[in-house]
Nanobody, 127 residues
Framework: QVQLVESGGGSVQSGGSLRLSCAAS????????MGWFRQAPGKEREAVAGTTTDGRTSVAESVKSRFTISLDKGKNTLYLQMNDLKVEDTAMYYC?????????????????????WGQGTKVTVSA
């Protein structure tokens, strides 16, 4: 059974940093894609970044200069390093997984590419 468990959210002041983690279990394939998405209050869920086990990444333009996605394949753990956080980054952040799938480019940022989702971790950025 696939499980994705996010952690690392919290409250931080504008300009601060946070690192989110997503521990994946139940992945029977060595190849997979994973991504981060976020949903702010009253808004639709949007893509943040995605990556694959061969190191391909895609990052949304709105966060590209501030956020970095990485994957520890040995631990099956996905990370999102968020620097210079802004109030508009306040949202619930979700981890998504696509075991056995090998996406690239825009597909990594497409919610429909992913069949498994975590429960989310909340990030609040204050001015």
């Amino acid at each position: 059974q696939v499980q994705l468990v996010e952690s690392g959210g919290g409250s931080v002041q504008s300009g601060g940093s946070l690192r989110l983690s997503c521990a994946a279990s139940g992945f029977v394939y060595a190849t997979y894609s994973m991504g981060w998405f976020r949903q702010a209050p009253g808004k639709e869920r949007e893509a943040v970044a995605g990556t694959t086990t061969d190191g391909r990444t895609s990052v949304a333009e709105s966060v590209k200069s501030r956020f970095t996605i990485s994957l520890d394949k040995g631990k099956n753990t996905l990370y999102l390093q968020m620097n210079d956080l802004k109030v508009e980054d306040t949202a619930m952040y979700y981890c998504a997984g696509a075991p056995g799938k090998y996406y690239f480019g825009d597909a990594l940022l497409d919610q429909s590419s992913y069949g498994y989702w975590g429960q989310g971790t909340k990030v609040t950025v204050s001015a």
